[in-house]
């Protein structure tokens, strides 16, 4: 006795398993909280033809470029998956130690792009991730253009990209580096600029003492010159050179006695800078 074997049921099984294969291959359901989409796979011939435009990007940020990367990013903005696949492709750059620091902030502009002009998903992937990434830029580029990448930051917050708190916290490499810097200018100040200001002072008084002590002495040795001048010259009585001869002295005892109050006064800032 013959069995007859119908394969047609067999058939038909694998035929549904490779439809239902294929189907999960190119859709991806994506959760969302209350809100799924259905949406096509980015494959991997078009993730690598991004990645070469990411690339091509190089150190300018050439705006014809990052548009065109923005609107590549906006066919896939409604998708969780494939803009976190977008996305992946710039970050790896912007982290990478391999690339260097002059193409990170034409990457960081083509993410701005992308946050102003597509948003959709990227959004919340970017407000995820910014924090991890935005510190390793900001510590590979050079300081003059950390201020470009800190106004780009700044912008985020005017426009109102993201939640107040989370804007702050991936912008906390900023606000370190504003403490550090007041704290150490707070320093200097109460450390160098007294000090400073009393070297000044006291430089100049000492400069202000030389001057007027070459003036008295001039002032003096010419006093000096000129009665002992007269006293030759002049046909004078012992009393009339008595006379010149006191004049002298009293003219003497006062410039000794301006000469005392400013070698006083200098000895006082000189105390008073000690202390």
């Avoid at 000096?224 to 030759?232: Q, R």
Wanted: aromatic share 6%.
């Amino acid at each position: 006795m013959s069995t007859t074997v119908d394969a047609t049921p067999v058939v038909q099984d694998d035929e549904q398993k490779k439809k239902d294969t294929d189907d999960n291959a190119v859709v991806v359901v994506v959760d969302d909280g209350d809100d799924s989409d259905e949406e096509e796979e980015i494959d991997d011939e078009q993730l690598e033809e991004y990645k070469e435009m990411v690339d091509d990007l190089g150190t300018f940020p050439d705006k014809v470029k990052i548009n065109s990367l923005s609107m590549v990013a906006e066919d896939h903005a409604e998708s969780s998956k494939n803009a976190a696949a977008i996305y992946n492709i710039i970050r790896e750059s912007l982290i990478s130690t391999s690339v260097h620091c002059d193409r990170k902030l034409p990457l960081v502009y083509v993410v701005d792009s992308i946050l102003k002009n597509v948003k959709g998903r990227f959004i919340p992937i970017v407000e995820k991730d910014a924090a991890n990434w935005l510190p390793v830029v900001y510590q590979a580029l050079p300081e003059e253009k950390r201020a470009k990448l800190e106004k780009v930051w700044n912008l985020w917050n005017k426009k109102g990209v993201f939640a107040k708190a989370n804007w702050e916290e991936m912008g906390r490499c900023f606000s370190e580096k504003k403490n550090k810097t007041t704290t150490t200018t707070t320093t200097a100040s109460k450390n160098d600029g007294s000090d400073m200001m009393v070297d000044s002072d006291l430089e100049k008084a000492g400069l202000s003492f030389g001057v007027r002590l070459l003036l008295l002495l001039f002032q003096m040795i010419s006093v000096c010159f000129n009665s002992m001048n007269m006293i030759m010259k002049m046909n004078m009585n012992m009393n009339k050179q008595i006379i010149v001869i006191n004049n002298l002295k009293s003219i003497m005892f006062i410039q000794c006695t301006r000469f005392r109050l400013l070698y006083n006064d200098l000895l006082y800032r000189s105390i008073a800078h000690i202390d």
